[in-house]
T-cell receptor, first 115, second 115 residues
Framework: EAGVTQFPSHSVIEKGQTVTLRCDPISGHDNLYWYRRVMGKEIKFLLHFVKESKQDESGMPNNRFLAERTGGTYSTLKVQPAELEDSGVYFC?????????????FGNGTRLTVT | AQTVTQSQPEMSVQEAETVTLSCTYDTSESDYYLFWYKQPPSRQMILVIR??????QNATENRFSVNFQKAAKSFSLKISDSQLGDAAMYFC????????????FGKGTSLLVTP
C-alpha cells in the first residue's frame, strides 16, 4: 500500500510569489488533513477534508492560504502571495475514519522556504 | 485550546538502555486521546503508540510503553532496550472529540541514541 505522498519535498520561493503544494492520500482514505510546523514551534493543524468537503478549516492562518480537494482524491494547498512567516514544513495526513482515535498517516512533508 | 508541553527539547540514550520522554497537557475535558508520533530523519511521521483517556491501563507496543497519569495530565513515553533506529524526533499529541479532528502537538523531543 502506497503511503501519503507530498510534492514537492522542498520549495524555495521569493516573498510575493505563489506556491502550490500537493498531497496524495492513501487510496480509500476519505479524511485528509494539512498541518504546518514553523521552525521551533509546534505542529499546527490547518484544515481537514472529508472527501471533497472542508470539515474544519479553523487552523488556516489567513486568506492567503487556499486548500482544495477536487474529486475527493488529492489535495492542493496554495499560498498566494507568500510571506516570510509562511516558511516551515507542511505536512499532509490521511485517515480512513474520522474518529478521534483513528490513526493519521503522515506524508514526508514539504519544506517551504520563503526568502 | 488544549496545550501540549514537551519540556525536553533533546534527550540522549545509550543503545540498549531505557529512556523516558515527558509530556504534559492541559485540558478541561474528560474524554480524549493521546498519541506519541515519531519522525525519523527521513521525515515521515509515524504513530508509535496511543492511549484512550478512559482506559486506566497504560498502553504498550513492544519496547514502547506509556505512563498515563490522568489526574496529573501527564503522558510520558518509555523506550526500553533503545536501538539506533529509535533516533528521531518524538511528538506528543492530544485529540478530543469535542475539538474537531485537530491533533494538538507538543514541540517535540529530539532523541539521540549513542552506540
Amino acid at each position: 500500500e502506497a503511503g501519503v505522498t507530498q510534492f514537492p519535498s522542498h520549495s524555495v520561493i521569493e516573498k510575493g510569489q505563489t506556491v502550490t503544494l500537493r498531497c496524495d492520500p492513501i487510496s480509500g482514505h476519505d479524511n485528509l488533513y494539512w498541518y504546518r510546523r514553523v521552525m521551533g514551534k509546534e505542529i499546527k493543524f490547518l484544515l481537514h477534508f472529508v472527501k471533497e468537503s472542508k470539515q474544519d478549516e479553523s487552523g488556516m492562518p489567513n486568506n492567503r492560504f487556499l486548500a482544495e480537494r477536487t474529486g475527493g482524491t488529492y489535495s492542493t494547498l496554495k499560498v498566494q502571495p507568500a510571506e516570510l512567516e509562511d516558511s516551515g514544513v507542511y505536512f499532509c495526513a490521511s485517515s480512513q475514519y474520522g474518529f478521534s482515535n483513528s490513526p493519521l498517516h503522515f506524508g514526508n512533508g514539504t519544506r517551504l522556504t520563503v526568502t | 485550546a488544549q496545550t501540549v508541553t514537551q519540556s525536553q527539547p533533546e534527550m540522549s540514550v545509550q543503545e540498549a538502555e531505557t529512556v523516558t520522554l515527558s509530556c504534559t497537557y492541559d485540558t478541561s475535558e474528560s474524554d480524549y486521546y493521546l498519541f506519541w508520533y515519531k519522525q525519523p530523519p527521513s521525515r515521515q511521521m509515524i504513530l508509535v503508540i496511543r492511549q484512550e483517556a478512559y482506559k486506566q491501563q497504560n498502553a504498550t507496543e513492544n519496547r514502547f510503553s506509556v505512563n498515563f497519569q490522568k489526574a496529573a495530565k501527564s503522558f510520558s513515553l518509555k523506550i526500553s532496550d533503545s536501538q539506533l533506529g529509535d533516533a528521531a524526533m518524538y511528538f506528543c499529541a492530544y485529540r478530543s472529540p469535542n475539538s474537531g479532528y485537530a491533533l494538538n502537538f507538543g514541540k517535540g523531543t529530539s532523541l539521540l541514541v549513542t552506540p
